[in-house]
T-cell receptor, first 111, second 115 residues
Framework: QKEVEQDPGPLSVPEGAIVSLNCTYS??????FMWYRQYSRKGPELLMY????GNKEDGRFTAQVDKSSKYISLFIRDSQPSDSATYLC???????????FGRGTSLIVHP | DVKVTQSSRYLVKRTGEKVFLECVQD?????MFWYRQDPGLGLRLIYF???????EKGDIPEGYSVSREKKERFSLILESASTNQTSMYLC??????????????FGPGTRLTVL
């Protein structure tokens, strides 16, 4: 079992839908949780960052961490075709600078 | 804005050639990383470096070596390229410390094809 599990998709939704992307993990020592967005043929770019449990909102994006369930989510409201990309979750333990990445979920938002 | 640049976007090499992939970051980050990314396998760490002249093996170092002679530059070397090294190679950098600085910044990637 990988330390971080992420459904590869693809997830196809109509424009305007609410999108939910998820990762589960097994290492309870993870404390820092990140979401990266990667467009086709580009490098990943940091989208959201949270520390420990709770929610964080940034515009149309909300990151949620539930450490008790070892489950993190990224919600995208009013999804746009420009949101079509691969979304990777990543997490690190305190004191470690090596993140563990999920394999990424491919999202397609069609007009 | 942090900028991480990679020497080539696309590269085609022949089996047995020695290949150099270069990465430069402009934000004085201590830590630099080389990953490869393959469909269905995600990002896999090849090597990383936490300081000049220091290097550590990642999950898949076989067939690769690295060099970090200057803080801003981290090179990945394929000593004798093989077809199974055809992949997207991503460089990343990260400052030391925790909290908001605990994130990596990626370059645009080099798509390497070995024939």
């Amino acid at each position: 079992q990988k330390e971080v599990e992420q459904d590869p998709g693809p997830l196809s939704v109509p424009e305007g839908a609410i999108v939910s992307l998820n990762c589960t993990y097994s290492n309870s020592a993870f404390q820092y949780f990140m979401w990266y967005r990667q467009y086709s043929r580009k490098g990943p770019e940091l989208l959201m960052y949270t520390y420990s449990s709770g929610n964080k909102e940034d515009g149309r994006f909300t990151a949620q961490v539930d450490k008790s369930s070892k489950y993190i989510s990224l919600f995208i409201r009013d999804s746009q075709p420009s949101d079509s990309a691969t979304y990777l979750c990543a997490m690190t333990q305190g004191g470690s600078y090596i993140p563990t990445f999920g394999r990424g979920t491919s999202l397609i938002v069609h007009p | 804005d942090v900028k991480v640049t990679q020497s080539s976007r696309y590269l085609v090499k022949r089996t047995g050639e020695k290949v150099f992939l270069e990465c430069v970051q402009d934000m004085d980050h201590e830590n630099m990383f080389w990953y490869r990314q393959d469909p269905g396998l995600g990002l896999r760490l090849i090597y990383f470096s936490y300081d000049v002249k220091m290097k550590e093996k990642g999950d898949i170092p076989e067939g690769y070596s690295v060099s970090r002679e200057k803080k801003e530059r981290f090179s990945l070397i394929l000593e004798s390229a093989s077809t199974n090294q055809t992949s997207m190679y991503l460089c990343a950098s990260k400052p030391s410390g925790q909290g908001r600085t605990d994130t990596q910044y990626f370059g645009p990637g080099t798509r390497l094809t070995v024939l």
